[in-house]
């Protein structure tokens, strides 16, 4: 086994730096993108049709991309080069948004226009996160994965959240097309920046030879996802506890506009306060969930994940204090961000590479699922007993939820790190 290069706290060794880096840039452009678009949205449907259906209607044509896309692109990725797949997005993106700002800003804008340009944005989305989540494991060796992981989805969370939400308000104001605008300016950014990154197409396996896929078809190929997923114990475990968690959290924060006017007594602006310390601390787990890895054996981190948040959730529910609330809505914060870089990492580092896209894609899958579930679920909580009800249920949930999983949690390593951590990425790819 060959020696590995210790990576200090604040570097990523990669077998590919100039691409790793520009992955990040495009990611967290294209993320500054998404956000601005998702947040102005809603405000425009509000000048549009201001009516509880005609929301429910972008909430579908928003989550539709996910649950009807998610399986066939997994697939796609892992057959295409996933660096073209991401520059082609960034520009159907950019030209989509464009499209969105001229509309908005001559008015006339008409609801199934709007939908359908909001589930075109979704799907174009759904292939370029399928596509970057199985192209770093080609730039970065397994032992290095959390960190880049971290780097990865701590610049998405300050861009797409701390930055794009406020940035969103302020300029649909001035303009009710100029969030679109910038959103189209970003997507063209990202498209440059992924112009000049080094091919990403998978290697490894029969699925990459040109006869296989030539005689592969893509439902096959999507089979064979679903079948590598229910094999492999440690990540059917991950996959379970993953989908309880997001029903958790979507419950919680279904309501929880509602329970920041009741409960806790703040107005629009204490709500937004509030779910930037949220964002705040999943972008300071993002920072340093590469320390934490190299401190921490797998199973205690992911344990930690569950219950600091769990504690959390349960302080929440027992307090009215805005001050509490908010530093306890950073750990909510902190640990689902920590769940999912150390997750990420190891199902990078064990899922073949030329499996990446169709295995991700399942998990993908299963976020959007029990999205709508954990929001149902959470509303009949409030309904019938308050709306303190989703915090506390989810925090007793959140301290099981391992022991939901069975004994499949036992897989996930507890040593250095799976087999794969052992493997370097191959710089071929």
């Given at each position: ?10 570097s990523v060794r990669t077998v590919d730096p100039g691409g790793f880096r520009k992955l990040v840039a495009a990611t967290a452009v294209s993320r500054l993108g ?167 197409r998978a290697r490894g396996g029969r699925a990459t030879g040109e006869v296989a896929r030539a005689a592969s078809t893509l439902r096959r190929e999507i089979r ?68 934490a890895r190299r401190r921490l054996r797998h199973r205690p981190l992911l344990l930690l994940s569950l219950w600091v948040p769990a504690v959390a959730s349960l ?115």
């Open positions: 086994m060959r020696r590995r290069a210790r990576c200090s706290d604040d998404d956000g601005l678009h998702l947040t102005a949205l809603p405000l425009l449907i509000a000048g549009v049709a201001p009516d509880p259906t005609a929301f429910a209607g972008m909430a579908v044509a928003q989550a539709l991309p996910w649950l009807l896309v998610s399986l066939p692109a997994g697939a796609l990725v892992d057959r295409l080069d996933r660096r073209l797949v991401m520059t082609v997005s960034a520009a159907l993106q950019c030209l989509l948004a464009a499209v969105l700002a001229v509309a908005a800003t001559a008015g006339g804008l008409q609801l199934p226009t709007v939908y359908a340009l909001a589930f075109a944005l979704g799907c174009c989305q759904t292939f370029a996160e399928n596509a970057a989540t199985a192209l770093l494991p080609q730039l970065v060796p397994a032992d290095a994965l959390p960190t880049a992981n971290g780097r990865l989805v701590g610049a998405e969370i300050v861009t797409g959240q701390l930055i794009a939400v406020p940035l969103a308000g302020v300029v649909f104001v001035v303009s009710p097309g100029l969030p679109f605008l910038l959103d189209a300016l970003t997507f063209a950014l990202a498209f440059l920046v992924l112009l000049s990154l080094r091919g990403g064979e996802g679903l079948r590598w997923l229910a094999a492999d114990p440690a990540c059917r475990s991950l996959a379970a506890v993953g989908g309880v968690i997001n029903t958790v959290i979507t419950g919680c924060f279904a309501t929880f506009a509602l329970f920041t006017v009741e409960v806790l007594h703040t107005g629009e602006v204490g709500y937004g306060l509030l779910m930037w310390a949220s964002a705040a601390g999943g972008a300071a787990a993002g920072l340093a969930a590469g320390s302080a929440i529910g027992l307090t009215g204090n805005v001050v509490v609330t908010a530093a306890m809505l950073a750990l909510v914060g902190f640990g689902g961000t920590t769940w999912t870089v150390v997750t990420l990492s190891l199902r990078q580092s064990v899922i073949p590479r030329h499996f990446q896209g169709r295995v991700m894609s399942v998990f993908r899958l299963l976020s959007a699922g029990t999205a709508p579930i954990g929001a149902v679920l959470g509303a009949m909580l409030v309904d019938h007993f308050g709306l303190r009800a989703p915090w506390l249920v989810g925090a007793a949930v959140l301290l099981l939820a391992p022991g939901l999983a069975g004994p499949a949690l036992a897989a996930v390593p507890t040593d250095e790190g799976p087999a794969g951590d052992h493997k370097s990425a191959d710089p071929a790819a």
